[in-house]
């Protein structure tokens, strides 16, 4: 079945660091475009940074740019996503998505900042 | 960055009613636009693609349309399945945006 399932969200405080994963089943990571997204309680959705397929050009959106970290394991098919230097306004639903206009969700994880 | 403006922020419709949702971008986007049905407290769902392409799965009754800077989006027969929340986000320019979305209740 293709799908992706995000893991390691949870509850840190400022300042505090996560890294959130996201497992593709029935395709492969190497051949396509990795997204990921957020959406705060209540609000809407705010894309945060994608990957090429071959892992050779890498975007953020400027709040993130300099805290968070996209990278893949082609080995393991797994995406990632390093959270530093966490702020309550961190606080949402992360999800993974397949393509740049991703095609493909996961259920999403939550992460919760706060003191 | 693109700003995308979506219209209207909110509407109540009754089954079987066609709605239509705009899409606003701050620039030219070209046709890389894509459409998003969200159902509270669930992941987004893939609808449409470069504007006007339907994603594999989905139905006929959602269209499409639109280049440049002003897109729309069409339910016919509206369902009870479709009451939910549609976003629209361009993917020409970093950073990639999604309007604010719509959000489509029962009338």
């Known amino acids: 079945e293709v799908q992706l399932v995000e893991s390691g969200g949870g509850f840190v405080q400022p300042g505090g660091s996560l890294r959130l994963s996201c497992a593709a089943s029935?395709?492969?990571?190497?051949?396509?475009?990795m997204t990921w997204v957020r959406q705060a309680p209540q609000k809407g959705l705010e894309w945060l940074a994608n990957i090429t397929p071959d892992g050779s050009n890498i975007n953020y959106v400027d709040s993130v740019k300099g805290r968070f970290t996209i990278s893949r394991d082609t080995s393991k098919n797994l995406l990632y996503l390093q959270m530093n230097s966490l702020r309550a306004e961190d606080t949402a639903v992360y999800f993974c998505?397949?393509?740049?206009?991703?095609?493909?969700w996961g259920q999403g994880t939550q992460v919760t900042v706060s003191p | 960055d693109i700003q995308m403006t979506q219209s209207p922020s909110s509407l109540s419709a009754s089954v079987g009613d066609r709605v239509t949702i705009t899409c606003r971008a701050s620039q030219a986007i070209s046709s890389s636009l894509a459409w998003y049905q969200q159902q509270p407290g669930k992941a987004p769902k893939s609808l449409i693609y470069?504007?006007?392409s339907l994603q594999n799965g989905v139905p006929s009754k959602f269209t499409g349309s639109g280049s440049g800077t002003d897109f729309t989006l069409t339910i016919s027969s509206l369902q009870p399945e479709d009451f939910a929340t549609y976003y629209c986000q361009q993917y020409y320019s970093y950073p990639f945006t999604f309007g604010p979305g719509t959000k489509v209740d029962i009338k």
């Open positions: 029935g395709f492969s990571l190497s051949n396509h475009w």
């Open positions: 470069a504007a006007s």
């Open positions: 998505g397949r393509h740049r206009g991703p095609d493909l």
